[in-house]
Nanobody
Framework: VQLVESGGGSVQAGGSLTLSCLASGYRSMNCIGWFRQTPGKEREGIAAFYIGSSITYVADSVKDRFNITHDYDKNTLYLQMNSLKPEDTAMYYC???????????????WGQGTQVTVS
């Protein structure tokens, strides 16, 4: 499984960004999800896509602003982020997991991450 994130950058508060996670070899996984982490803080699960059922979940903390989608043809997972706040500043990762877990936590495979900075 290989995961490559892109789409991060710097944006002003209130702006929007869409992150992409190009995935390969992931179809046998149970789920693929988005996470974020800032230095000194625990990694936070943001959203997940369950591959077999195509069900999506978004964490309560961001569900009114973030959305997760998946394009089978492009093998890409997206995270659309709207109304961004400075506290959304973090490194964002996608991860895939063999077995089901809430928000696809404790992934088995991880991308390298993409930085989002909101000022």
């Amino acid at each position: 499984v290989q995961l490559v994130e892109s789409g991060g950058g710097s944006v002003q508060a209130g702006g929007s960004l869409t992150l992409s996670c190009l995935a390969s070899g992931y179809r046998s996984m149970n789920c693929i999800g988005w996470f974020r982490q800032t230095p000194g803080k625990e990694r936070e699960g943001i959203a997940a896509f369950y591959i077999g059922s195509s069900i999506t979940y978004v964490a309560d903390s961001v569900k009114d602003r973030f959305n997760i989608t998946h394009d089978y043809d492009k093998n890409t997972l997206y995270l659309q982020m709207n109304s961004l706040k400075p506290e959304d500043t973090a490194m964002y990762y996608c991860a895939a997991r063999r077995k089901r877990s809430w928000l696809c936590n404790e992934g088995n495979y991880w991308g390298q991450g993409t930085q989002v900075t909101v000022s």
